[in-house]
């Protein structure tokens, strides 16, 4: 297998997270970033104390509380996150149901790929409420909470957020001095440190640092495996002030052992199975350890100001200067062409298929804005007024790999055939090598934004509000690409202004409860590819931005001495004007799809002893319009299970002995990309399953605690995502992780 990379910062990562876990420290967990500065240590968990219920986004732009915000949003705190022993974006959004990952396939990277209400969203993630567009596999390491606003919602992100967005809340200084040292040693040769420091340094300033050193392998899959780092250093001068200032910093890295899964039955000519999918087993890898790799590294820095110039008007200005790198070489263990049977082994042998990726994704972004509170008469008003400019380059490109020995086919491939290995008992350890080069750029572009944004809550009285939002975008792109199967780039431009809007009318029946009906509108250009990636390609200018709208009806009720969060929603999302080939060679921007649903939300304390924290989706998706001759049309959407449910809940047993589990459900999902406007569904699906968490954890004293995950208790074996035509990939199997935690 091919030697990981050395750090120099694991050891420094290591050395810091046991000099700062000393004899003097003691339990304190960071409080969620809603919560006001604080001028003690961070709070410990008290009985009766409502973690799992964030009432207020961080965004400025949510002008109501979220009971009152016309819109389903939900917001997964810090105590969920470290409760269910979550360390990336995949595995916080498993308490999310109804949103799903995509496989990275159809020129898509291997990346984070979620889709939320049918539509993907891989390029509606945000960091501190700006967009954060570079390939990668999320840490969370450096994340307080994760803001999950679903259905249209270009009024608040901008381009192409017609299914939902994700913002991933940082962790910032606050006023109080503590330290928080976690170790974690689980099953899988798993070793997760971090450190979480604050510390005070006069009246008005603090300084956070937190640190991450990981390493393990992937539960059931063998030779998966990961080695990551990263350091996320911030500085805030005046808070407690009218002016406060704050410089942060993001490096991470990682360096693993990418995986595509297993082949479909396809691969085999005449072969069917129920699925789909190729029962070959959890544990089967097909991938060369020579060769195969990914790397991810991102930097990124951040100055926010902002100023109060009286209780009523606040002014915020946000730069950010990032660069995003994704590097891989991988195997596809479906596209290297049909298996072939070898009566000389008695064994169907296949040829591994490749996929390569160059990307680095350059942001510079600059966003300010007013918000506060006035009158004009009876009504009251809660805005915020802003203006973006941002600009964006992508480059990707694709390797060149040469076999030169090792991993040669059978005689029935053609004379020369090399990387090939049997199709049911494959060897990640076929010696291999060869020369892996970096091809040409087939995308080199350059895209800004410059948009003006207002949002505005009216209460007319208290039982009646209006929210009104709005937001204008002048969107740019240029810049070459290559086309596929050529030698020479071409050039592409293209220009868009788009509107988006959405408005919603809230009726509070009682100071607890309310319900509302809302309508958004979403635009995402041609240039964002399947809604995830930005590039170009020919006469990109021509077309125009597909469009997304979504009617909501909701209610939502505070419960329980309001300890507990109730919402409901019904709601209609249609998505038109995609691109697809209505004629064999002839294209037309007519494809459509349309999700009809209903989701169910809890969060908070049922009892003083009880938290709880989830929800129920149902989804009734459909290709409304697809390719020619009504390919698909009426099939069901991929990455759109019917049902899907997730519930996370802990029980308090004695004063130090918490206890804790899981139940998730992800209902029948299809995988097909086939028929445009978003893949309506092909033969292939993943089929539904339950899975089963569980957690015991125990404080010592307040300043020591020990906590005991158990993921996937029933080794399950599952399918988490498809791409419907190559391969399907399993989900973890079962691992048990005991982390010990010294505060203070």
Not at 330 to 343: E, I, K, Q, V
Request: net charge negative; with cysteine.
């Amino acid at each position: 297998m091919k030697q990981q990379e050395t750090y120099s910062l694991n050891t420094l990562t290591h050395s810091l997270a046991f000099a700062l876990a000393g004899p003097a420290l003691f339990l304190a967990t960071p409080a969620s970033a809603q919560t006001p500065p604080i001028t003690e240590m961070a709070p410990v968990r008290v009985e009766g104390d409502s973690l799992y219920d964030v009432p207020v986004s961080s965004s400025t732009k949510f002008t109501a509380p979220l009971l009152d915000t016309p819109k389903s949003v939900q917001i997964i705190p810090q105590t969920v996150i470290q409760d269910t022993g979550a360390t990336s974006l995949q595995d916080v959004l498993r308490n999310s149901p109804g949103i799903t990952f995509g496989a990275g396939e159809g020129g898509q990277p291997l990346a984070d790929r979620p889709f939320i209400r049918g539509s993907s969203s891989g390029n509606n993630i945000f960091v501190d409420g700006i967009r954060d567009p570079g390939g990668q596999t999320r840490e969370i390491f450096n994340v307080e909470s994760l803001e999950i606003i679903r259905g249209a919602d270009s009024a608040y992100g901008g381009r192409g957020s017609g299914g939902g967005s994700i913002n991933l809340v940082s962790k910032k200084p606050r006023l109080g001095s503590f330290v928080q040292a976690d170790a974690g040693l689980g099953s899988d040769a798993y070793w997760r440190g971090t450190v979480d420091a604050n510390w005070q340094f006069n009246d008005n300033a603090a300084f956070r640092l937190n640190l991450l050193d990981g390493k393990g392998n992937v539960p059931g899959r063998n030779v998966v495996d990961y080695d990551k780092w990263g350091v996320a250093p911030s500085l805030s001068f005046g808070l407690g002030t009218p002016t406060r200032v704050t410089l942060s910093y993001y490096h991470y890295e990682s360096d693993g052992m990418p995986d595509y899964g297993v082949p479909l039955a396809s691969k085999i000519p005449g072969k069917h199975t129920s699925d789909g999918i190729l029962n070959v087993g959890r544990a089967k890898f097909y991938g060369v350890l020579d060769r195969d790799y990914q790397k991810n590294k991102s930097d990124i820095g951040t100055v926010e100001i902002e100023h109060d110039f009286n209780p009523h008007a606040t002014v915020r200005n946000a730069t950010r200067y990032g660069q995003t790198l994704n590097d891989y070489v991988l195997t596809n263990p479906g596209d290297g062409g049909a298996a072939r049977f070898d009566p000389a082994s008695n064994e169907w042998w296949m040829q591994r298929g490749l996929k390569s990726r160059w990307q680095q994704t350059t942001l510079l972004s600059n966003v300010t804005e007013l918000y506060g509170k006035f009158n004009t008469g009876a009504l009251k008003h809660t805005y915020d007024i802003g203006v973006e400019f941002t600009s964006e380059k992508n480059k990707n490109a694709s390797y060149n790999v040469t076999t030169t020995s090792g991993s040669f086919c059978p005689g029935v491939f053609p004379a020369g055939a090399m990387d090939c290995t049997p199709l049911y008992h494959p060897d990640p350890h076929d010696n291999w090598s060869g020369r892996i080069s970096r091809g040409p750029l087939s995308n080199d572009s350059t895209s800004n934004t410059r948009a003006i944004y207002a949002f505005d809550t009216i209460d007319f009285n208290e039982r009646w509000s209006l929210n009104l939002g709005g937001r204008f975008d002048n969107y740019r792109i240029d810049g070459d690409f290559l086309p596929r199967g050529a030698t020479m780039p071409q050039s592409s431009d293209g220009s868009w202004n788009i509107f988006s809007y959405q408005a919603g009318i809230v009726y509070k029946p009682a100071s607890n409860g309310s319900i509302y009906l809302s309508y958004a509108t979403a635009s995402t250009p041609p240039t964002i590819s399947g809604g995830d990636q930005e590039g170009l390609s020919a006469d990109v200018g021509s077309l125009d931005p597909e469009k997304s709208r979504t009617i909501e009806l909701g209610t939502k009720w505070d419960v329980l001495d309001e300890k507990l969060t109730l919402t409901a929603a019904l709601y209609q999302t249609d998505r038109e004007d995609a691109q697809i080939e209505v004629d064999p060679g002839v294209f037309a921007q007519a494809g459509k799809t349309r999700v009809r649903g209903l989701e169910l939300g809890f969060a908070g304390a049922v009892t003083p002893k009880w938290n709880v924290f989830g929800g129920y989706s149902y989804m009734d998706s459909e290709l409304v319009k697809g390719a020619y001759n009504g390919v698909n049309e009426g099939d069901p959407l991929a990455n759109t299970p019917r049902n899907s449910f997730s519930l996370w809940n802990t029980y308090k047993l004695l004063p130090k002995f918490t206890v804790g589990g899981g139940i998730y459900y992800v209902g029948k999902t299809y995988g097909g990309n086939q028929g445009g406007a978003g893949g309506g569904a092909n033969s292939v699906y993943m089929p539904a399953y339950w899975r089963f968490d569980a957690m015991a954890a125990y404080q010592v004293s307040p300043n020591l605690s020990f906590q005991l995950n158990v993921l996937n208790l029933t080794d399950k074996a599952y399918f988490a995502r498809t791409n419907g035509v190559h391969h399907a990939d399993y989900g973890p199997g079962r691992q048990a992780i005991l982390t010990t935690s010294i505060r203070y």
